[in-house]
């Protein structure tokens, strides 16, 4: 079981950008995904999540700014980010809680990161 995170890259402040997340291997059901982010000499800190059922949450930070969309057909994630500021500027991972087996509890996948930088 793989997490692939792609679309980061370099944008203005004020401006938007869209990160994606494919999951990709044999599992039996996904439960919750989300998104964090560590900022260069910072802890790893949630941006947003999102339950199975579909019930999102976000950080303060992110609150307005940043949408979290999940295909659940396509097992992907995305996260529409938009009003960037400098701040938002981090290594952006993916997650989420796969069950391999119905007989086995979900255990989380981190995706190998995706750089964002915001230009002030």
């Known amino acids: 079981v793989q997490l692939q995170a792609s679309g980061g890259g370099l944008v203005q402040a004020g401006g938007s950008l869209t990160l994606s997340c494919a999951a990709s291997g044999t599992f039996f059901r996904i439960d919750d995904m989300g998104w964090y982010r560590q900022a260069p000499g910072k802890g790893r800190e949630l941006v947003a999540t999102?339950?199975?059922?579909?019930?999102?949450h976000y950080a303060d930070s992110t609150k307005g700014r940043f949408t979290i969309y999940r295909d659940y057909a396509k097992d992907t994630l995305s996260l529409q980010m938009n009003s960037l500021k400098s701040e938002d500027t981090a290594v952006y991972y993916c997650?989420?809680?796969?069950?391999?087996?119905?007989?086995?509890?979900?255990?989380?996948?981190w995706g190998q990161g995706t750089k964002v930088t915001v230009s002030s």
């Open positions: 997650s989420a809680d796969i069950l391999r087996s119905y007989t086995y509890p979900p255990e989380k996948y």
């Open positions: 999102t339950t199975a059922s579909g019930t999102s």
